[in-house]
C-alpha cells in the first residue's frame, strides 16, 4: 500500500517556449571580430566550443553596443548551443546589456563592502549629477547607471566599473570629476585594468 498520491500520468513536460531580447537587426560579426572568435574558440577542445561563448558575448558587445536576440541566434549557430542557453548566460550577467546604453555604462557595486563604505551616497550623487535613476541612461546618451553585485575589488570599496575598467575608492566628491574627466578626455581617461580588454585585443 502506497501513502503517496496517484500521479497523473497522462502530464506532459515541454520547455517553456521563451521570447528573446529584441530581434533587432540581422547580425554577423565584423570579419576582424570573426577572425578575434575562431582564435579563442581554437584554445578549446572541438566537443567544448560552447565555453567560449562569454568572448563571443563580448565581441558581440563592442561591435553594437548590446545584444538582441538575432545576435544571440547567431552566436548559439557559431558554437552549436541552443539560442535559448545563449540568453541564460546574457541575462544571468549584468554586464551583458539587451537594450542600447550609453556611451559609458557606470556600474556601481552595492554588495556588502561598497554598501558600508558609501556605495548608496555614489548612486545618489551620480543620479543627481545626471538627473536619472538607477538603470537610465542620462539625456545625452552619453552615461548609463546601473547598480550590480560584487565586482571583485571590495579591498578598494566602493567601485564603480566604467564600461571595463573599475574606478575604486569612489565617493559623493570623486565622482563628479569622474564624470568631468569622461567628459573632458573620453576613453582615455579611463583606467585600463580589466581582463575584458584582452579580448577587444
Ligand atoms: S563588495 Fe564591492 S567590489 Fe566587492
Not at 500520468?9 to 570579419?31: M, N, V
Not at 556588502?112 to 548612486?123: D, F, P, Q, T
Not at 573632458?184 to 585600463?192: H, N, P, Q, R, V
Amino acid at each position: 500500500m502506497s501513502f503517496h498520491p496517484p500521479m497523473a500520468y497522462d502530464a506532459t513536460f515541454q520547455r517553456s517556449k521563451r521570447t528573446l531580447a529584441e530581434p533587432g537587426e540581422p547580425f554577423t560579426y565584423t570579419a576582424e571580430n570573426r577572425a578575434k572568435l575562431d582564435e579563442i574558440v581554437a584554445r578549446y577542445p572541438a566537443e567544448q566550443r560552447r565555453s567560449a561563448v562569454l568572448p563571443a558575448l563580448y565581441l558581440v558587445q563592442y561591435q553594437q553596443g548590446y545584444i538582441t536576440g538575432h545576435a544571440m541566434e547567431y552566436v548559439a549557430g557559431l558554437l552549436g548551443i541552443t539560442p535559448a542557453d545563449v540568453e541564460d548566460v546574457v541575462s544571468y550577467y549584468t554586464m551583458f546589456y539587451t537594450k542600447p546604453v550609453g556611451k559609458f555604462v557606470l556600474s556601481v557595486c552595492r554588495t556588502l563592502s561598497c554598501a558600508i563604505n558609501g556605495a548608496e551616497r555614489v548612486v545618489h550623487e551620480l543620479c543627481h549629477q545626471l538627473h536619472v535613476k538607477p538603470g537610465e541612461t542620462d539625456a545625452t546618451g552619453t552615461f548609463t547607471v546601473l547598480e550590480v553585485e560584487c565586482l571583485g575589488a571590495c579591498d578598494k570599496a566602493p567601485v564603480i566599473m566604467v564600461n571595463d575598467a573599475w574606478h575604486e575608492k569612489q565617493s559623493p566628491d570623486t565622482v563628479k570629476q569622474l564624470l568631468d574627466d569622461l567628459r573632458a578626455k573620453g576613453e582615455s581617461s579611463l583606467t585600463d585594468c580589466h581582463m575584458a580588454a584582452k579580448v577587444k585585443g
